[in-house]
């Protein structure tokens, strides 16, 4: 499978304890990219990272979210002291070199419920 | 601040008829256009682009028509076929920011 997965499918947790979702990006793809979709809404863009820094991070809600990429490969949305409002699909994309009029792939995301 | 907007959330039209769905946006800083379409518990698969050089793009059933002017694009699709059914997103963004901005999606369904 050459496709973006990702981990878990469904996570259901507790308020105020922490989540970790994963992301696994095409191979060869250097731009990886989290999206928050809550119920009723679009694609709330989260951070984008090129290799693996991160030169965008403008979406990321509050200071409970960070995320990190290694080896250019996997990347790992951290979501601290969840609350109710974090409850969303969490989607990853990936696209080679990054440029922005390339297709992004996007993962079949990650559903957060936090009780 | 949406900068993306797909003012119908819903549409329905009869198998072998077209579907028309529209999408507005605000920055005229915009040059790059997406529509991509999305099947429940599936992540957003990519369907048609446009750059704002052009005014149409088409790819066999579907076609996507820019309106700068007017800062309106929209998405054809005929004729529509049941496995169309599904949501479909709207998306922007300009060469100079770093990611794409997406409208709240259009849930189609195509009535056999």
């Known amino acids: 499978g050459a496709g973006v997965s990702q981990s878990p499918s469904n996570k259901v947790t507790e308020k105020g304890k922490d989540v970790e979702l994963r992301c696994d990006p095409i191979s060869g793809h250097t731009a990886l990219y989290w999206y928050r979709q809550r119920l009723g809404q679009g694609l709330e863009f989260l951070i984008y990272f090129q290799g693996n820094s991160a030169p965008d991070k403008s979406g990321l809600p509050s200071d409970r979210f960070s995320a990190e990429r290694t080896g250019e490969s996997v990347s790992t949305l951290t979501i601290q002291r969840t609350q109710q409002e974090d409850s969303a699909v969490y989607l990853c994309?990936?696209?080679?070199?990054?440029?922005?009029?390339?297709?992004?792939?996007f993962g079949p995301g990650t559903r957060l419920t936090v009780l | 601040d949406q900068q993306v907007k797909q003012n119908s959330p819903s549409l329905s039209v009869q198998e072998g008829r077209i579907s028309i769905l529209n999408c507005d946006y605000t920055n005229s800083m915009f040059d790059y256009f997406l529509w991509y379409k999305k099947y429940p518990a599936e992540g957003p698969t990519f369907l048609i682009s446009?750059?704002?050089?052009?005014d149409k793009n088409e790819d066999g059933r579907f076609t996507v028509f820019l309106n700068k002017s007017a800062k309106h694009l929209s998405l054809h699709i005929v004729p529509s076929q049941p496995g169309d059914s599904a949501v479909y997103f709207c998306a922007a963004s300009s060469n100079t920011g770093n990611q794409f901005y997406f409208g709240t999606g259009t849930s189609l369904t195509v009535i056999p």
């Open positions: 994309a990936s696209s080679f070199q990054g440029a922005l009029h390339n297709e992004q792939f």
């Open positions: 446009i750059s704002s050089i052009k």
